[in-house]
């Protein structure tokens, strides 16, 4: 379970009712300093166990850092760190060992392992796994915005429930972060009642919903990223799509712009106080797989998960034969939620790799 970018290269490891999960990167600037206070409420907006519309599975998600990192400075070495497992209920998962969850990774994994692999809570592929992202995506925050970055993200819809979305063309520091500082990440308080409503809804039912998270970066150079397969978009997406549950990705008005013709779809220039501003800004802050300038505005669609209490067809993988599976246990009725700190994150590391690489190739064509 690796990323591995043009400078930064991060390997996730352990897995979700193992003694403990972690990771190892490599790449990170030395001399950058970490707030680890500031790491740790960023860690807690996604650890388990918070609010009712997450898993009652509990865990500190505290980071003991084994190297790379001196008195909140990191050094040149890999920085390696492990987060303690302490609340897992292996018990819970033991009738599924030979029974799929109809939607979940349990089959193709089981499949591709022959068996082998350890998929008590969703092993490697549970989301669990994004705990280490966010403290890897948590330092990253720090470090872009030092360089005048900033990254925000909040829920833009459950159900039919929809939030106020970022406006494209520009996006205040407060707007971008008003979400972080709730207990229900979004910026119409009264969108999030009714979200909360239908996810109180499908739980008392023993069910589950899925929904959107919409993330967002500003103060980003023009020109990170390149055409085709190095592409900012491909990468951002690539990334994304490691996030458990993520089905679906678009960059500003995404998937509406098919429907419309190239004279409402394309994002006019004009000069504003003197300077170059691209209005509308319908691509997303993308041209040609380059930042415009504009903001970087990304949607992403979550399914819901597939561990709910209702009875489902499954097949027992070792005799072969039709079984009625029910899920107990303790899962989230919405991801939704918890999942928005995990794009911040992702979308920082991507940004981060970007931005040193670029710095590399700038240091180096100085030298030429």
């Keep these: 379970m690796r990323f591995k970018g043009e400078n930064l290269d991060f390997e996730v490891l352990g897995a979700s009712h193992a003694s403990s999960i972690g990771g190892e990167a490599r790449g990170l600037p030395a001399g950058e300093t970490v707030d680890l206070a500031e790491l740790q409420a960023f860690l807690l907006r996604r650890a388990p166990g ?90 990253a925050l720090q470090i872009l915005r030092r360089g005048g970055i900033e990254i925000g993200a909040h829920i833009l819809s459950v159900a039919q429930a929809r939030d106020a ?45 899925g929904g959107q998270v919409e993330v967002a970066a500003t103060g980003l ?40 013709r190239g004279s409402q779809a394309n994002d006019p220039f004009a000069i504003e106080n003197g300077e170059l501003k691209i209005k509308n800004n319908r691509s997303g802050g993308i041209l040609g797989g380059m930042s415009s300038g504009a903001p970087l505005v990304v949607r992403l669609a979550f399914k819901p998960t597939p561990s709910i209490a209702h009875e489902q067809q499954s097949v027992d993988l070792k005799t072969m034969e039709e079984r009625v599976l029910r899920v107990g246990g303790r899962h989230d009725p919405c991801i939704v939620p918890r999942a928005v700190p995990v794009c911040e994150a992702m979308m920082a590391i991507v940004l981060l790799d970007g931005l040193l690489a670029a710095e590399r190739l700038q240091n180096k064509e100085n030298r030429v």
């Design 165 to 209: 979305e970022f406006p494209l063309e520009a996006i205040s520091p407060e707007e971008l972060h008003s979400a972080a500082k709730k207990a229900f990440p979004v910026l119409d308080d009264r969108a999030g009642e009714r979200m909360q409503g239908a996810i109180r809804s499908v739980a008392a039912n023993g069910d589950s919903i």
């Design 50 to 139: 918070r609010g009712e519309w997450a898993t009652k599975r509990r865990e500190a998600d505290e980071p003991l850092f084994l190297s790379g990192l001196r008195d909140g400075v990191l050094t040149c070495e890999a920085l390696r760190f492990e987060i303690r497992n302490t609340n897992q209920r292996s018990e819970d998962y033991e009738k599924l060992e030979f029974l799929p969850r109809p939607g979940h990774a349990d089959y193709t994994a089981y499949m591709k392992s022959a068996g082998k692999e350890d998929l008590r809570g969703g092993g490697r592929y549970s989301g669990r796994m994004t705990a280490p992202i966010c403290v890897l995506g948590g330092i």
């Design 221 to 260: 150079p023009i020109g990170l990223g390149g055409p085709l397969f190095e592409g900012l978009d491909g990468k951002l997406a690539q990334a994304f799509f490691a996030i458990p549950a993520l089905k679906g990705v678009e960059f500003g008005e995404g998937f509406s712009l098919c429907k419309q």
